[in-house]
């Protein structure tokens, strides 16, 4: 596609029930990020991708939060056990290969209500 | 490890005149690259400017420019001749040769006539 694509653009969830939140980057990129961004506040990292491989999970939250990339393409990230505080737009980016000036991409983001 | 400081929760800046963003960012490796992203009220994420640490002269883009100063650690976004449509969150971002691209906490600017 044209750009990087997250579904669904909206969630609304109970507490403690798993959700999954994909992320369809830009053809060919290979790098590929999770952000979550509370209300009025700052991008927190997560965890990012270079293909299939997941360098640096430091950002996980919890070991609720997981998330993979397959055929260096697609990325899932799944929620177990959703929590309120869980509630939070996740922001998805992707960029090119390594080499230079490449900007990240972002997506519209998913909003996650946990209620 | 990597950080990016932000220090400045908000500014406020008058229609045409310039502003200056504060970033410092710290790293120990000698390769890395520094952003700005501007979020205005929509959420989206929009990328201004890139400053690459071996590059020799500050970055600039239409009415954006860096102040590097590599030695203090800085990457100071300024924005010239402000608009309205300036009125965002704007956040600095430092990629290392890793590729893990961490934000920091953002300024919020707003301008007014």
């Known amino acids: 596609g044209a750009g990087v694509s997250q579904s669904p653009s909206n969630k609304v969830t109970e507490k403690g029930k798993d959700v999954e939140l994909r992320c369809d980057p830009i053809s060919g990129h290979t790098a590929l990020y999770w952000y979550r961004q509370s209300l009025g506040q700052g991008l927190e990292f997560l965890i990012y991708?270079?293909?299939?491989?997941?360098?640096?999970k430091s950002g996980l939250p919890s070991d609720r939060f997981s998330a993979e990339r397959t055929g260096g393409s697609v990325s899932t990230l799944t929620i177990q056990r959703t929590q309120q505080e869980d509630s939070a737009v996740y922001l998805c980016a992707s960029s090119s290969p390594t080499g230079g000036n490449t900007e990240a991409f972002f997506g519209q983001g998913t909003r996650l209500t946990v209620v | 490890a990597q950080k990016i400081t932000q220090t400045q929760p908000g500014m406020f800046v008058q229609e045409k005149e310039a502003v200056t963003l504060d970033c410092t960012y710290d790293t120990s490796d000698p390769s890395y690259g520094l952003f700005w992203y501007k979020q205005p009220s929509s959420g989206e994420m929009i990328f201004l400017i890139y400053q690459g640490s071996y590059d020799q002269q500050n970055a600039t883009e239409g009415r954006y420019s860096l102040n590097f100063q590599k030695a203090r650690k800085s990457a100071n976004l300024v924005i010239s001749a402000s608009q309205l449509g300036d009125s965002a969150m704007y956040f600095c971002a430092m990629r290392d040769f890793t590729d893990k691209l961490i934000f920091g906490t953002g300024t919020r600017l707003q301008v007014f006539p």
């Open positions: 991708f270079q293909g299939n491989s997941a360098p640096d």
